[in-house]
């Protein structure tokens, strides 16, 4: 029985996590699945459709880990912790083998112009869009100092989960990830009130 287009993609995604998008194909993904190519090519035209519906899949499943969790969370500086704690937790449940997707492929395709790097790009911004959003609401709602700056806010807190996801692909040790939600707790406690 051939695999569903999720779970190919699914498969995609953690191969290219681990050995890089930029080499993943059809023939890669059609050997860690062990089904011959001519399964694959019936959902993919080419490697690059491949690439693309793998990080389309990759922003789907970091939405619904990351971004959903957090956005349910009420608006402000609960939502600003939520996201924080969703990324940990993705890292922490090693929805892929290596870390986060989208940071790696960020690295790896970025500076490669094309669809898979723009993709690539929107699903950052929406992600920063949201830490930056919810900085903004918390200034607003005076949950943080009416002095703080939102850009700079997320850019510091994306910036700590980029050195997490980093650091405990690394060194595959959880301690990693306790350091990093007393590094946001500190920053937004000691900012708040």
């Known amino acids: ?13 953690s191969l290219a996590v681990t050995d890089g998008l930029a080499g993943l194909s059809i023939g890669s993904v059609a050997a860690a699945l062990g089904i011959p ?64 997707f989208l940071a790696s492929a960020a690295l790896e395709m970025g500076v490669r ?10 699903v950052q911004s929406r992600f920063g869009a949201l830490i930056r959003g919810s900085a903004a609401v918390a200034v607003e709602k005076n949950e943080l100092p009416a002095d703080e700056d939102p850009d700079r806010l997320a850019f510091e807190l994306n910036g700590i989960m980029l050195a997490t996801d980093t650091n405990y692909v690394l060194h595959d040790d959880p301690a990693v990830l306790d350091l990093a939600r007393q590094i946001v707790h500190q920053r937004l406690a000691a900012q708040a009130g």
């Open 1 to 13: 029985m051939d695999p569903s287009r999720g779970a190919i993609l699914r498969a995609a995604a």
């Open 113 to 122: 112009p094309g669809p898979v790097t723009e993709l690539l790009g929107e």
């Open 37 to 100: 190519k001519s399964g694959l090519r019936a959902h993919f035209r080419s490697a690059a459709d491949l690439q693309l519906a793998t990080v389309a899949e990759a922003a789907r499943i970091f939405a619904a880990e990351v971004m959903q969790p957090a956005l349910a969370a009420p608006p402000g500086l609960s939502q600003l912790t939520a996201v924080c704690e969703a990324f940990f937790a993705y890292l922490e449940r090693r929805t892929f083998p290596g870390g986060c």
